[in-house]
């Protein structure tokens, strides 16, 4: 049985390979953040002033490419590397923290089932929402299980929260969340009985979260591109491949429903959520790369609700008690029906991308002048509106190079066709780049 604990290890696995392998960190605004770092050789934020609000969570997914620089690494391919290492590796591996510290609890299939609904919005490279997930979940995993709070884990759960001061618009709804967690925590550990070394970094955290909530009210005022709920459950969320989102979030409310029932009850609610996931058998189900912008807020309002549905038993304690029958084998297997099909779209997009992303590479290499539409960049329109993003593909064009003397793509008009010109100095990257 315990071979079945593998299936989110063996998700992350899939995932994080498939995304280096096909180069989905240049998909989007991948590229243009990771261009803009090597020019700069700093850390890169929007041009919005409004976008310092997601400050940390940037900085600790561009610290490898940082580091490299710092030390002198400068072959692009291996650059492009380690931006995947900070986009995908590190909040893929939070979350298998956060995942198997359940391992021996009912939780074990919940949190892999909260996982899986974010693989609907991975594969947007720059995304500050994937870390902000992963680490609400660390931190959530830290605290839901029935083991008091003591220094190392109180400053574990503060150093979590202070990473989340800047990292995501959606920790509006996140971060009270998680604060609840935390005074549910320190209350049921004795809120009398607990020393400063124990109340000092809680009290730290719930500073920390304070300031997160108050940063993003702020920021979703100022500026509407935080994508709204509005946005996210828009018909082109829909049209875009959002089914596959709701149908993970559906499992999740299922699962969450069953921990409160038991009987036919319990089979019931788990038997719609199967059903629901035979949905995703058809392929033109599965999430395509573009859903990931528009599911952004969306996967954090169903990670918020999902933890919400669970605090009454898991913090306070309420509702019906575990019994101490054999495992229920109704969410494993629905939970690894769910991870084998997102995890097969995911790893279709990135081959797609990658395949998508060569065509650009020998375009860059062997044209020059005006290139029409239909040549190279993809067998038809249909594909290019897949994987190119207009005004991202210059910069992707220049990553794509191997001598800064090769041609950079640009769009004057990206109903017509792409321009291709030797371009002016100020146009590439460093000469070091290049071999």
């Known amino acids: 049985m315990r071979a079945w604990r593998l299936v989110p290890g063996v998700v992350a696995l899939v995932v994080v ?36 609000s997601r400050s940390e969570a940037q900085v600790i997914t561009q610290a490898p490419v940082r580091l490299a620089l710092e030390f002198h690494v400068y072959p692009l391919p291996w650059l492009i590397a380690l931006y995947g290492v900070g986009l995908f590796v590190i909040p893929n591996a939070l979350w298998m923290l956060a995942i198997y510290r359940q391992r021996d609890e009912q939780r074990f299939w919940y949190f892999t089932a909260l996982y899986l609904v974010t ?12 870390l902000t997930y992963a680490l609400v979940a660390l931190a959530a995993s830290m605290i839901l299980r029935d083991v008091e709070p003591n220094p190392r884990r109180a400053w574990a759960v503060a150093t979590i929260s202070m990473a989340l001061v800047a ?55 100022s500026h509407a591109e935080s994508a709204g709920p509005t946005t996210a459950l828009s018909l082109h969320f ?15 409310v299922a699962l969450a429903a069953s921990t409160y029932l038991s009987g036919r009850w319990r089979f019931a609610v788990l038997a719609v959520a199967a059903l629901a996931v035979l949905v995703l058998l058809d392929p033109h189900h599965w999430a395509a790369p573009n859903v990931a912008y528009y599911a952004r807020v969306y996967v954090g309002v169903v990670l918020a609700g999902g933890l919400l549905l669970v605090a009454p038993r898991f ?3 309420w509702g019906p008690r575990p019994s101490a029958a054999p495992e ?21 997009n990135a081959e797609g991308f990658g395949a998508w992303n060569k065509s650009l590479q020998r375009i860059v290499t062997t044209h020059h002048g005006v290139l029409p539409f239909f040549s190279g960049l993809g067998r038809s329109v249909q594909q290019f509106s897949r994987y190119g993003w207009f005004w991202t593909t210059p910069e992707q064009s220049l990553l794509d190079q191997t001598h800064r003397h090769q041609a950079v793509v640009n769009n004057p008009n990206p109903s017509e066709n792409f321009e291709i010109t030797p371009g002016v100095p100020s146009s590439y990257l460093s000469p070091r780049y290049f071999g």
């Open 17 to 52: 390979v498939s995304a280096l392998w096909g180069r989905v960190v240049l998909y989007a605004d991948g590229s243009n953040y990771l261009y803009w770092i090597l020019r700069r050789r700093s850390f890169y934020w929007s041009s919005y002033e409004h976008f310092f």
């Open 315 to 317: 913090v306070f304690g």
């Open 119 to 130: 693989l609907c919005a991975q594969f947007y490279a720059v995304s500050e929402s994937l």
């Open 328 to 348: 229920f084998v109704a969410p494993r297997l629905l939970v690894s029906a769910l991870a084998i099909l997102l995890t097969v779209s995911f790893a279709a």
């Open 238 to 252: 829909l049209l875009a491949g959002g089914h596959a989102v709701l149908v993970a979030t559906l499992v999740v």
């Open 167 to 221: 990292s995501y618009e959606v920790t509006l709804l996140l971060a009270p969340l998680l604060g609840l967690f935390i005074l549910g925590w320190w209350w049921r550990a004795g809120a009398t009985r607990t020393g400063l070394a124990v109340t000092g970094p809680l009290a730290l955290a719930l500073a920390a979260l304070g300031t997160s909530t108050a940063l993003a009210y702020v920021t979703i005022r």
